[in-house]
């Protein structure tokens, strides 16, 4: 008798896993970003990239919410395709969990996506403030990107609440409008 597993997709979990951890790195940096783009002593903007100069809170709530997504996000990379038990009346001896770790990833993958979104409300904001001092210009790609973005959420000028811009931002990055419109005017 010789065992062979012509069914065994264990090579495919555990490359869905290590793309999970990639996620999880992009991730962290992503993060990593947005809370330099609110410091001050880094950008020379107002903190929290405030429009009244540092006197409101601005984008400080943003924080809890991108950091508890980036740690779900690393709790969602750990690997699960090496637990596994022996399987009916111990005939199979190994199973891999790759409908579990797809989800994970599927899951990992949507973090992400309003991840990114929150850094381009970050990003456009600062942007925006450097615009009003007149300390930059924009290359054609980024004008296209924040000019697109733009059109969704609209630059913070007076405190309000940040969930429908946060949604509005995830739905930019997951539709792939940015690189759509990019790759349109570009090429």
């Known amino acids: 008798m010789i065992s062979v597993s012509n069914f065994e997709t264990t090579t495919l979990s555990t490359a869905l896993e290590m793309l999970a951890i990639v996620l999880s790195h992009v991730s962290r940096m ?3 970003r947005m809370i330099k783009l609110c410091n ?3 950008t020379k903007l107002s903190r929290f990239l405030s429009h009244d100069g540092g006197d409101s809170h601005c984008f400080g709530a943003f924080q809890k919410t991108y950091t508890m997504l980036d740690t779900e996000i690393r709790f969602l990379s750990n690997p699960c ?4 038990m022996a399987l009916a009346g111990a005939i199979e001896d190994h199973a891999n969990n790759t409908p579990l770790v797809v989800q994970k990833l599927r899951k990992a993958a949507d973090n992400l996506r309003y991840i990114y979104g929150m850094e381009m409300i970050h990003a456009c ?3 925006d403030l450097r615009l009003r001092k007149k300390q930059m210009r924009l290359g054609k790609g980024t004008q296209i990107a924040f000019r697109e973005f733009r059109r969704e959420v ?3 000028e007076n ?3 940040i969930s429908p811009d946060i949604q509005k931002a995830y739905e930019f990055i997951r539709d792939g409008k ?3 419109e990019i790759r349109d005017r570009l090429l």
Do not use: F, K, M, V
């Open 81 to 84: 395709s090496a637990d596994y």
């Open 30 to 32: 992503s993060c990593y």
């Open 125 to 127: 904001q600062a942007i």
């Open 159 to 161: 405190d309000r609440p």
């Open 154 to 156: 609209a630059l913070y």
């Open 178 to 180: 940015l690189i759509n």
């Open 40 to 42: 001050p002593e880094i």
